[in-house]
């Protein structure tokens, strides 16, 4: 070879590997940077846990899954695990599901019937959210649970299509494990439309986990497409014509709104909105009713669905609601269908027959001041959020149901221009409820009949705390239901009540749930008495005006007069009942009402005075916390909230161009909420003493033992900063109490987001192997939330909460974000699914069911987004203005009761979620973040949290000082939390632009002694709520991390090894080349 | 001046790309001062550095001929110095990408962000491998022997 060649040679392949090498570091840099993460989705670990099992300090021994779960020498069984997966979920969606519709008993279908499906989503199902609340993994699909009794979890795999044209994925890679028998409906189907929809799949799209749309197509065929497949395909009818059903659908998800009017152009959707129907939808009506005379329509939605065509078509027989019912949710359905199980659901949100005409739909969307440019100064973060964004929430207290039966009430009654037809979309001369609504709050119908009556008066039981004040007002009514009908069943018992409503005075809905059970599956002709305790601060309400006499304004107040307390199928049917006592004019009324399902009580001060409800339960005096919330706070006037007092006057306008011009207003969406201090004297703080106490001490440590202190006082004031910094997924080691990093929250309300065999703790006697065959389980296969909360069955709440407990043992996950426990303001909102209920009482109860529930196996539930998330668009910082009687009757309530939890409560333990994770909103003009009166006085004051309460990722990162001032614990920095690397205060890139122009250091609160007791809170309440979950099973004075070899750093270090290897050799080649060439010139 | 090989022509390429790369990187964290990157001089130094190698390595074949050990060192230092430049960049970005890809899709600074960072990195690796291939090739031609 010539010298020269030999020379470029070497030199090339040195600079080659000089290239392998420094991208295999890099590479490295980046997979290391983001292990944990990186780890979770490849199934590898970097890092072990290690903990060396003692008699003195044995490990595995405070939480442990169920025997059922388990083999006999305690490892974990997957194949009942999942088994019992299959059957909760079937259970939740066979109770969540709600009958709407059942004319001339055309459901049940008998076994054996020969049944035709229509409506593409009948072969391509929905199945959860696209991204949130997924269903994941292997499911049973429709067509399965219908006809077939094994599951195909091979070919069954769900899929996911994020929103904005995200790529479409698998949702696992591919399943190989155990297949399971099951029990089907064992009905015939229709081949001939199933092999249609399968080809047109090819130009209809569909996934299991879809989004909703800004402007919104539902993908549905047309009848002429269909015959373009298969010209005959309507000879297939005669065969399978025992029935047709149709499923139609209608997404929900992260990220993306409907919006008014948003649609598809030429899909001639009935109201012109997305959630009324297409006209291929509705041909797909009019195909099965030329296919049977039974005609059944599956609804897929959480959402109310614009069906008010199908209710009145005397020709659609039945009308099953089953939300998004996840991975095994099918065989729920096919149960309701078949007749194995009598449908007991009732509504999770009103239906009405126009969306739009909902009070809230005027002030939804994105909305932005008119003079953003000029007056925001603070930036949208680094999620590039839109700053300037609001939305007025003019309708008050009146959301959802509240609204519409109130108004109804109104109109009976003929008070406050109530029947004027402003606000009414199904008529332009008179508001009419049953034009406006298509199926009430709780309704739901069921194969049988029940009958309701009070068995004798309730129980009202009144005290006051004589050392703090707090009160204690329970009802409890006792329910006696009969099973009138002819098959057994089960059905929810809804307590609701009226309070007496002045004109003029403080808001009051017409009717509200207080409080509801579910009866056991009842025979015919058996009863069961149900009792129901109503907490009576439920139907308190808040007078923002109120004077307390101590300097400040608001608080709860409870009228004296005639209050009515009703059990009924619904709000509708129990304000019927209630009107029927009041003795109201039955011909105006919609329905019939049956006077002794309603009880009154006469309220006097005597018995419960007016401001019983002005302290909470934790003995806090109440009063106004959330003034800035109030758009007219700042510029009084220029916002009318609706009123029953003048229905036709109040009802909200569009406030779609408000302009800023208070400064207080303007300073506060910038930011400046909190001034840093530089100069207090901090010596009294104690941090970095030696008190000899560990972490793994403080299991079952009461949060207010005087221990905590000891152990807190041993954090540095860096470990306690980095701690409340870096939260999120995976808690910062600190030396100083024997920490150590531990990635520990995962995703969903669903189920865990973490696949069996990837589990955080395989150290776990029970952890699944990898080379279990089913540890490719993915545990997040459960239903979303409106089914959950549909089933109105407090058990079965709690048995889901346990459930994933459950998973999380297996999958070494102690806190889960989640569930979604914000209200449905509106149909439109795209994060519907992921939240229970436009209901605060019935979101609220399911919540705390499922958080208490999930404790018991020690995985903490961390509800979000807290609080007033009541919309996607422009969720990043949108101001929603709303009143504190609202913000607190309506969207807080939820959170109260599950933070509560009043009914676990003993007298020695003060039971409550232990986790939230915070919203991306502001409350007015303030994040939730840094609000103080949101996140101390009414979260930790007024309710007694105690617990790891962590921001969304990066929210509010600038704003440290705010936060932590607030009571916020912890931010969630994903990624950035120093886990394998070396990210420090001073490096994150997140914490360099704080709203003082400084960046974050360790000695930013050196002189600020208010942010060194409140870092010492947070801290503590961080611990705390390790110290009570799963955690704890593997933690002991010996625990430590261990780093581990993956495949993937296996590889990237060879990758570098060899290519230093041969760089090194290279050059080493090169500079010979140069000697042989001088040995050649001697 | 020597008449010019292939490699020196890889090597201006090189530059020019290394120069845009450089550029789209400033741009990239100056878009939005919450994404900005945090050793941005550091970084800017370091694409300089490599930029100012490349040159070397372009123009010393001319006077040392092919091969020569100032022009191989000029190299594979700027080799490292543009995958340094590429590899930081990265590491800074990868959450804000995984975010666009999951639930922070309509983040439209983020998105520009991304497509600039995008630019960045092509460059970047391009130049590279135009740096990559002339290591194996001439800079200048040589007379051809009589």
């Given at each position: 070879?010539?010298?020269?060649?030999?020379?470029?040679?070497?030199?090339?392949?040195?600079?080659?590997?000089?290239?392998?090498?420094?991208?295999?570091?890099?590479?490295?840099?980046?997979?290391?940077?983001?292990?944990?993460?990186?780890?979770?989705?490849?199934?590898?670990?970097?890092?072990?846990?290690?903990?060396?099992?003692?008699?003195?300090?044995?490990?595995?021994?405070?939480?442990?899954?169920?025997?059922?779960?388990?083999?006999?020498?305690?490892?974990?069984?997957?194949?009942?695990?999942?088994?019992?997966?299959?059957?909760?979920?079937?259970?939740?969606?066979?109770?969540?599901?709600?009958?709407?519709?059942?004319?001339?008993?055309?459901?049940?279908?008998?076994?054996?019937?020969?049944?035709?499906?229509?409506?593409?989503?009948?072969?391509?199902?929905?199945?959860?959210?696209?991204?949130?609340?997924?269903?994941?993994?292997?499911?049973?699909?429709?067509?399965?649970?219908?006809?077939?009794?094994?599951?195909?979890?091979?070919?069954?795999?769900?899929?996911?299509?994020?929103?904005?044209?995200?790529?479409?994925?698998?949702?696992?890679?591919?399943?190989?494990?155990?297949?399971?028998?099951?029990?089907?409906?064992?009905?015939?189907?229709?081949?001939?439309?199933?092999?249609?929809?399968?080809?047109?799949?090819?130009?209809?799209?569909?996934?299991?986990?879809?989004?909703?749309?800004?402007?919104?197509?539902?993908?549905?065929?047309?009848?002429?497409?269909?015959?373009?497949?298969?010209?005959?395909?309507?000879?297939?009818?005669?065969?399978?014509?025992?029935?047709?059903?149709?499923?139609?659908?209608?997404?929900?998800?992260?990220?993306?709104?409907?919006?008014?009017?948003?649609?598809?152009?030429?899909?001639?959707?009935?109201?012109?909105?997305?959630?009324?129907?297409?006209?291929?939808?509705?041909?797909?009506?009019?195909?099965?009713?030329?296919?049977?005379?039974?005609?059944?329509?599956?609804?897929?939605?959480?959402?109310?669905?614009?069906?008010?065509?199908?209710?009145?078509?005397?020709?659609?027989?039945?009308?099953?609601?089953?939300?998004?019912?996840?991975?095994?949710?099918?065989?729920?359905?096919?149960?309701?269908?078949?007749?194995?199980?009598?449908?007991?659901?009732?509504?999770?949100?009103?239906?009405?027959?126009?969306?739009?005409?909902?009070?809230?739909?005027?002030?939804?969307?994105?909305?932005?001041?008119?003079?953003?440019?000029?007056?925001?100064?603070?930036?949208?973060?680094?999620?590039?959020?839109?700053?300037?964004?609001?939305?007025?929430?003019?309708?008050?207290?009146?959301?959802?149901?509240?609204?519409?039966?109130?108004?109804?009430?109104?109109?009976?009654?003929?008070?406050?221009?109530?029947?004027?037809?402003?606000?009414?979309?199904?008529?332009?001369?008179?508001?009419?409820?049953?034009?406006?609504?298509?199926?009430?709050?709780?309704?739901?119908?069921?194969?049988t009949d029940f009958t309701f009556e009070f068995e004798g008066e309730p129980t009202f039981d009144i005290s006051v705390d004589a050392e703090t004040g707090a009160p204690s007002a329970f009802a409890t009514f006792n329910v006696k239901v009969t099973n009138v009908g002819d098959v057994a069943g089960k059905t929810p018992v809804q307590i609701y009540g009226q309070a007496p409503y002045t004109p003029g005075g403080v808001e009051k809905s017409a009717i509200q749930l207080l409080n509801?059970?579910?009866?056991?599956?009842?025979?015919?002709?058996?009863?069961?008495?149900?009792?129901?305790?109503?907490?009576?601060?439920?139907?308190?309400?808040?007078?923002?005006?109120?004077?307390?006499?101590?300097?400040?304004?608001?608080?709860?107040?409870?009228?004296?007069?005639?209050?009515?307390?009703?059990?009924?199928?619904?709000?509708?049917?129990?304000?019927?009942?209630?009107?029927?006592?009041?003795?109201?004019?039955?011909?105006?009324?919609?329905?019939?009402?049956?006077?002794?399902?309603?009880?009154?009580?006469?309220?006097?001060?005597?018995?419960?005075?007016?401001?019983?409800?002005?302290?909470?339960?934790?003995?806090?005096?109440?009063?106004?916390?959330?003034?800035?919330?109030?758009?007219?706070?700042?510029?009084?006037?220029?916002?009318?909230?609706?009123?029953?007092?003048?229905?036709?006057?109040?009802?909200?306008?569009?406030?779609?161009?408000?302009?800023?011009?208070?400064?207080?207003?303007?300073?506060?969406?910038?930011?400046?909420?909190?001034?840093?201090?530089?100069?207090?004297?901090?010596?009294?703080?104690?941090?970095?003493?030696?008190?000899?106490?560990?972490?793994?001490?403080?299991?079952?440590?009461?949060?207010?033992?005087?221990?905590?202190?000891?152990?807190?006082?041993?954090?540095?004031?860096?470990?306690?900063?980095?701690?409340?910094?870096?939260?999120?997924?995976?808690?910062?080691?600190?030396?100083?109490?024997?920490?150590?990093?531990?990635?520990?929250?995962?995703?969903?309300?669903?189920?865990?987001?973490?696949?069996?065999?990837?589990?955080?703790?395989?150290?776990?006697?029970?952890?699944?192997?990898?080379?279990?065959?089913?540890?490719?389980?993915?545990?997040?296969?459960?239903?979303?939330?409106?089914?959950?909360?549909?089933?109105?069955?407090?058990?079965?709440?709690?048995?889901?909460?346990?459930?994933?407990?459950?998973?999380?043992?297996?999958?070494?996950?102690?806190?889960?974000?989640?569930?979604?426990?914000?209200?449905?303001?509106?149909?439109?909102?795209?994060?519907?699914?992921?939240?229970?209920?436009?209901?605060?009482?019935?979101?609220?109860?399911?919540?705390?069911?499922?958080?208490?529930?999930?404790?018991?196996?020690?995985?903490?539930?961390?509800?979000?987004?807290?609080?007033?998330?009541?919309?996607?668009?422009?969720?990043?910082?949108?101001?929603?203005?709303?009143?504190?009687?609202?913000?607190?009757?309506?969207?807080?309530?939820?959170?109260?009761?599950?933070?509560?939890?009043?009914?676990?409560?003993?007298?020695?333990?003060?039971?409550?979620?232990?986790?939230?994770?915070?919203?991306?909103?502001?409350?007015?003009?303030?994040?939730?973040?840094?609000?103080?009166?949101?996140?101390?006085?009414?979260?930790?004051?007024?309710?007694?949290?105690?617990?790891?309460?962590?921001?969304?990722?990066?929210?509010?990162?600038?704003?440290?000082?705010?936060?932590?001032?607030?009571?916020?614990?912890?931010?969630?920095?994903?990624?950035?939390?120093?886990?394998?690397?070396?990210?420090?205060?001073?490096?994150?890139?997140?914490?360099?632009?704080?709203?003082?122009?400084?960046?974050?250091?360790?000695?930013?609160?050196?002189?600020?002694?208010?942010?060194?007791?409140?870092?010492?809170?947070?801290?503590?309440?961080?611990?705390?709520?390790?110290?009570?979950?799963?955690?704890?099973?593997?933690?002991?004075?010996?625990?430590?991390?261990?780093?581990?070899?993956?495949?993937?750093?296996?590889?990237?270090?060879?990758?570098?090894?060899?290519?230093?290897?041969?760089?090194?050799?290279?050059?080493?080649?090169?500079?010979?080349?140069?000697?042989?060439?001088?040995?050649?010139?001697? | 001046?020597?008449?010019?090989?292939?490699?020196?022509?890889?090597?201006?390429?090189?530059?020019?790309?290394?120069?845009?790369?450089?550029?789209?990187?400033?741009?990239?964290?100056?878009?939005?001062?919450?994404?900005?990157?945090?050793?941005?001089?550091?970084?800017?130094?370091?694409?300089?550095?490599?930029?100012?190698?490349?040159?070397?390595?372009?123009?010393?074949?001319?006077?040392?001929?092919?091969?020569?050990?100032?022009?191989?060192?000029?190299?594979?230092?700027?080799?490292?110095?543009?995958?340094?430049?590429?590899?930081?960049?990265?590491?800074?970005?990868?959450?804000?990408?995984?975010?666009?890809?999951?639930?922070?899709?309509?983040?439209?600074?983020?998105?520009?962000?991304?497509?600039?960072?995008?630019?960045?990195?092509?460059?970047?690796?391009?130049?590279?491998?135009?740096?990559?291939?002339?290591?194996?090739?001439?800079?200048?031609?040589?007379?051809?022997?009589?």
């Open positions: 070879m010539h010298k020269n060649t030999r020379k470029g040679l070497w030199r090339g392949v040195a600079s080659l590997t000089c290239f392998t090498l420094s991208l295999s570091l890099i590479l490295g840099n980046v997979l290391e940077a983001n292990a944990g993460t990186i780890d979770t989705y490849l199934g590898t670990a970097s890092e072990v846990f290690v903990s060396d099992n003692t008699e003195e300090n044995p490990l595995y021994n405070k939480f442990t899954p169920p025997a059922e779960v388990l083999n006999a020498d305690g490892s974990g069984n997957s194949n009942a695990l999942i088994e019992a997966a299959i059957d909760l979920g079937r259970r939740e969606v066979a109770e969540g599901s709600v009958l709407l519709k059942n004319e001339n008993n055309a459901l049940p279908l008998s076994s054996g019937s020969n049944v035709t499906l229509l409506g593409i989503r009948s072969h391509s199902n929905l199945l959860g959210s696209s991204f949130g609340v997924k269903a994941q993994g292997a499911y049973i699909s429709l067509e399965q649970a219908l006809s077939q009794n094994k599951t195909d979890f091979a070919n069954t795999i769900a899929w996911s299509v994020g929103s904005r044209g995200a790529a479409p994925s698998a949702t696992i890679s591919s399943w190989t494990g155990d297949e399971f028998d099951f029990e089907g409906a064992g009905f015939n189907l229709n081949p001939t439309m199933i092999d249609i929809y399968e080809k047109l799949g090819d130009t209809y799209i569909h996934y299991e986990n879809e989004p909703a749309a800004e402007v919104y197509d539902p993908g549905e065929p047309s009848v002429d497409e269909i015959a373009a497949v298969d010209p005959a395909y309507k000879d297939s009818f005669v065969q399978y014509g025992d029935a047709a059903i149709v499923v139609i659908t209608r997404p929900s998800c992260e990220q993306v709104d409907y919006l008014p009017g948003g649609v598809a152009e030429g899909l001639g959707f009935e109201h012109g909105e997305p959630l009324s129907l297409t006209q291929n939808e509705l041909d797909a009506i009019e195909l099965a009713k030329e296919c049977s005379d039974k005609v059944i329509v599956l609804l897929q939605s959480s959402s109310s669905v614009e069906i008010g065509t199908l209710k009145d078509d005397p020709d659609v027989d039945a009308i099953l609601w089953i939300g998004a019912p996840g991975c095994y949710g099918m065989l729920g359905v096919a149960d309701i269908l078949c007749g194995r199980t009598s449908p007991s659901g009732g509504l999770f949100d009103i239906f009405t027959t126009y969306n739009m005409s909902a009070p809230a739909m005027q002030n939804m969307g994105k909305m932005y001041y008119t003079n953003t440019d000029e007056e925001i100064t603070r930036t949208g973060g680094v999620l590039g959020f839109t700053p300037g964004a609001y939305t007025i929430e003019a309708e008050g207290i009146y959301v959802g149901y509240r609204y519409y039966e109130t108004r109804y009430y109104d109109a009976v009654a003929g008070n406050g221009n109530a029947s004027d037809p402003t606000g009414a979309y199904g008529s332009t001369t008179e508001w009419n409820y049953d034009n406006e609504v298509t199926y009430g709050f709780g309704y739901g119908l069921s194969y509801f059970e579910k009866t056991d599956l009842l025979q015919p002709g058996d009863s069961e008495t149900v009792s129901v305790k109503v907490d009576l601060q439920y139907i308190a309400s808040y007078d923002e005006t109120y004077d307390n006499g101590d300097g400040t304004t608001g608080t709860y107040i409870m009228d004296p007069g005639d209050y009515y307390f009703s059990v009924g199928n619904g709000a509708h049917d129990a304000l019927n009942h209630i009107m029927a006592a009041q003795g109201m004019d039955a011909t105006k009324m919609s329905g019939t009402g049956n006077a002794n399902q309603a009880y009154k009580k006469t309220i006097t001060e005597d018995f419960i005075s007016k401001t019983l409800f002005s302290v909470s339960k934790t003995g806090y005096q109440i009063s106004n916390q959330l003034p800035y919330a109030d758009w007219n706070y700042y510029q009084p006037g220029e916002v009318t909230y609706l009123t029953r007092t003048d229905w036709a006057g109040t009802f909200p306008q569009t406030y779609d161009a408000m302009t800023l011009t208070n400064e207080e207003l303007i300073n506060n969406l910038n930011g400046h909420t909190y001034a840093l201090q530089t100069g207090d004297d901090t010596s009294d703080i104690v941090w970095g003493e030696d008190n000899g106490i560990q972490f793994y001490e403080m299991y079952g440590v009461d949060y207010d033992d005087p221990k905590w202190d000891d152990l807190l006082d041993q954090l540095t004031l860096e470990e306690a900063m980095y701690i409340f910094t870096f939260g999120g997924p995976s808690i910062p080691g600190a030396d100083s109490i024997g920490t150590v990093e531990t990635y520990m929250t995962e995703n969903a309300g669903n189920g865990i987001a973490v696949n069996l065999n990837a589990s955080k703790d395989p150290n776990a006697p029970w952890a699944i192997s990898s080379s279990d065959p089913n540890g490719n389980w993915h545990p997040e296969v459960f239903a979303n939330a409106p089914i959950c909360a549909s089933t109105f069955n407090p058990e079965l709440m709690y048995e889901l909460g346990q459930f994933t407990g459950v998973e999380s043992l297996f999958t070494g996950i102690n806190i889960l974000w989640g569930p979604g426990l914000n209200t449905h303001r509106h149909a439109y909102n795209g994060r519907n699914g992921e939240y229970y209920s436009e209901d605060p009482v019935l979101s609220g109860v399911a919540a705390m069911e499922f958080a208490i529930g999930a404790l018991d196996y020690g995985l903490v539930a961390a509800p979000k987004h807290f609080a007033f998330n009541d919309q996607e668009s422009e969720r990043g910082g949108v101001s929603p203005y709303m009143t504190e009687q609202r913000a607190r009757e309506v969207e807080l309530r939820a959170y109260q009761i599950a933070f509560e939890a009043t009914k676990y409560d003993t007298a020695d333990y003060d039971a409550g979620m232990r986790g939230l994770m915070t919203s991306f909103s502001k409350i007015g003009s303030i994040e939730c973040t840094a609000s103080e009166g949101l996140m101390t006085e009414i979260l930790a004051n007024e309710w007694g949290f105690i617990g790891y309460a962590v921001t969304d990722i990066y929210d509010d990162v600038d704003l440290w000082t705010a936060v932590l001032n607030s009571g916020t614990t912890c931010f969630d920095t994903r990624g950035q939390s120093g886990f394998y690397g070396t990210t420090t205060l001073e490096s994150s890139y997140l914490f360099q632009n704080l709203i003082e122009g400084v960046g974050l250091s360790k000695n930013l609160i050196d002189g600020d002694a208010n942010l060194q007791l409140k870092l010492k809170d947070a801290v503590h309440k961080n611990i705390y709520a390790w110290s009570v979950s799963n955690l704890m099973n593997r933690y002991n004075a010996t625990t430590r991390v261990e780093s581990q070899m993956t495949w993937w750093r296996a590889a990237y270090y060879a990758a570098a090894g060899v290519s230093a290897v041969v760089m090194v050799g290279s050059a080493a080649m090169y500079v010979l080349s140069f000697k042989d060439k001088k040995k050649e010139e001697i | 001046m020597k008449k010019q090989g292939i490699a020196c022509y890889l090597n201006i390429l090189a530059a020019i790309l290394g120069i845009a790369g450089l550029i789209l990187t400033v741009r990239s964290s100056t878009m939005s001062t919450d994404n900005a990157l945090t050793n941005l001089s550091t970084l800017i130094l370091a694409g300089v550095v490599g930029i100012v190698l490349v040159c070397v390595a372009i123009i010393v074949p001319n006077r040392l001929g092919n091969y020569d050990p100032i022009s191989a060192i000029s190299v594979l230092a700027a080799i490292a110095l543009y995958a340094y430049l590429f590899g930081s960049c990265v590491s800074q970005r990868v959450m804000l990408i995984a975010g666009l890809f999951s639930f922070n899709a309509g983040n439209t600074v983020g998105w520009s962000i991304f497509y600039t960072c995008i630019g960045a990195w092509v460059c970047l690796l391009v130049g590279i491998l135009f740096l990559v291939v002339g290591s194996f090739l001439k800079s200048v031609k040589e007379p051809m022997a009589a």
